[in-house]
């Protein structure tokens, strides 16, 4: 394998991970830090899901 697709892995499984940790933040019902407009601000994770879907 090249070192590209070493790397697109990674992403591609950080990218899943970060997905299954909203998906539990929202069955939680628990708000997370998203970075908007150079600052973290909280969201609630059920509107971040959405988002995503």
């Known amino acids: 394998m ?3 697709s070493y790397s ?3 992403l591609n499984a950080m990218h899943r991970a970060s997905k ?4 539990k933040a929202a069955r ?7 970075w908007r407009n150079g600052q ?10 959405q988002n995503l879907s």
Do not use: C, G, R, W
């Not at 299954?20 to 998906?23: G, K, L």
């Not at 939680?28 to 998203?34: E, H």
């Open 2 to 4: 090249k070192k590209e």
């Open 8 to 10: 697109s892995m990674a």
């Open 20 to 23: 299954e940790a909203i998906e």
């Open 28 to 34: 939680l019902d628990l708000k997370i830090p998203v």
């Open 40 to 49: 973290i601000i909280f969201v609630k994770a059920k509107e971040k899901l």
